[in-house]
């Protein structure tokens, strides 16, 4: 049973700090692309930042410099450091994972930033 929870989200002030987690169990961790998504309130989900098995990263423009991926392959997990945060970057976020097109998601941790 392949399972993504995610955690760290909650209420910030804008210019605030927030880091999400996500632990990974089911799926073989290393080889699968992992991603947060974000989704506002009467908007389309929208893909955060992506990272391959072999760490390459990419972000959405509105979050360049400001967000950070990461991965622990030996502990399962995916991060997501939030800096600098911004009223516009309120949303539940989810983490994903893909594999040849193979993919699930988590439950979603909600962020709130208040300006």
């Known amino acids: 049973q392949v399972r993504l929870v995610e955690s760290g989200g909650g209420l910030v002030q804008a210019g605030g700090s927030l880091r999400l987690s996500c632990a990974a169990s089911g799926i073989i961790f290393s080889i699968n692309r992992m991603a947060w998504y974000r989704q506002a309130p009467g908007k389309q989900r929208e893909l955060v930042a992506s990272?391959?098995?072999?760490?390459?990263?990419t972000y959405v423009d509105a979050v360049k410099g400001r967000f950070t991926i990461s991965r622990d392959n030996a502990k399962s997990t995916v991060d997501l450091q939030m800096n600098s945060l911004k009223p516009e970057d309120t949303a539940v976020y989810y983490c994903?994972?893909?594999?040849?097109?193979?993919?699930?998601w988590g439950q979603g941790t909600q962020v709130t930033v208040s300006s």
């Open positions: 994903n994972s893909n594999r040849l097109s193979r993919e699930f």
């Open positions: 990272i391959t098995s072999g760490g390459g990263t």
